[in-house]
């Protein structure tokens, strides 16, 4: 099978200023990658480039085998990639029900019967029965982030029955207490796993990188300066991955304010 996504010797610049380098990245069907490094690494960047929000200077991306030449917006029928933002970025003035079927109404092709059954099988996966007719400003923090998990579990119905999703989660967890982020890591691999799908996980937090991942890779200076599975990078010397697992001060990565 081809890779669900695929990066080869891209490289972003504004400017002068380079941001991503080279780098070469694959990820398969099924698997769970999270992308680690500091503050400024460039790791927003890679996300933004999978969701077709960006293109890349140079070098290629390509999402289910079709290189993105084009923004998201300006493609006909864009690759099946559905972002989980670090804010829940729910539309006040819409329901629940509205938020997660957002997609399906925009669509118009399946009846609201339809509609309400498909969102309610995805707040349930998310443990969120019965909240369809609430507005967001009703519901506490984390159920707005789970509300964001729902709509992710969505499918467009213009997408390829074949085309398995790609999720991408921006600092799922951060700022979240312990409990609450064991909460958000369980239904990062849930929402994987309904959706039948490859996910991208960009986090700083420790138990998020062990509770999530499959795969890593380190992220540094616009390089990616290590790769491995989760049990290599909990064993491995590599004075970057070293420095990032202690959060020592000393080692090849200086801190972004200094």
């Given at each position: 099978?081809?890779?669900?996504?695929?990066?080869?010797?891209?490289?972003?610049?504004?400017?002068?200023?380079?941001?991503?380098?080279?780098?070469?990245?694959?990820?398969?069907?099924?698997?769970?990658?999270v992308v680690v490094g500091p503050s400024g690494a460039g790791k927003s960047t890679v996300l933004r480039l999978l969701a077709g929000l960006m293109l890349p200077?140079?070098?290629?991306?390509?999402?289910?085998?079709?290189?993105?030449?084009?923004?998201?917006?300006?493609?006909?029928?864009?690759?099946?990639?559905?972002?989980?933002?670090?804010?829940?970025?729910?539309?006040?003035?819409?329901?629940?029900?509205e938020n997660v079927g957002f997609l399906l109404y925009r669509d118009g092709s399946l009846p609201e019967r339809e509609i309400r059954a498909r969102v309610s099988q995805a707040l349930e996966a998310v443990g969120l029965a019965g909240i369809e007719d609430q507005l967001p400003n009703e519901l506490s923090g984390g159920m707005q982030k789970r509300v964001s998990f729902a709509r992710?579990?969505?499918?467009?119905?213009?997408?390829?029955?074949?085309?398995?999703?790609?999720?991408?989660?921006?600092?799922?967890?951060?700022?979240?207490?312990?409990?609450a982020c064991t909460r958000i890591e369980d239904l990062i691999v849930r929402t994987t796993e309904v959706a039948q799908a490859a996910s991208v996980v960009v986090s700083h937090v420790h138990s998020t990188?062990?509770?999530t991942a499959e795969k890593v890779v380190l992220l540094y200076d616009g390089l990616f300066r290590w790769h491995g599975s989760l049990d290599d990078y909990r064993s491995t010397s590599d004075p970057y991955v070293v420095q990032f697992r202690s959060g020592s001060l000393s080692g090849p990565m200086q801190p972004a304010e200094l």
């Open positions: 099978m081809q890779p669900i996504a695929e990066m080869r010797d891209l490289s972003v610049r504004w400017g002068r200023r380079t941001v991503i380098e080279n780098v070469n990245l694959s990820l398969e069907a099924g698997e769970r990658l200077s140079s070098g290629s991306l390509r999402l289910h085998g079709q290189e993105q030449k084009y923004l998201r917006l300006d493609q006909r029928t864009p690759a099946d990639v559905r972002f989980v933002f670090q804010n829940p970025a729910l539309l006040g003035s819409l329901s629940v029900l992710a579990l969505i499918e467009d119905p213009r997408k390829a029955a074949d085309q398995m999703p790609l999720l991408l989660f921006d600092e799922p967890t951060a700022g979240l207490d312990p409990v990188i062990e509770r």
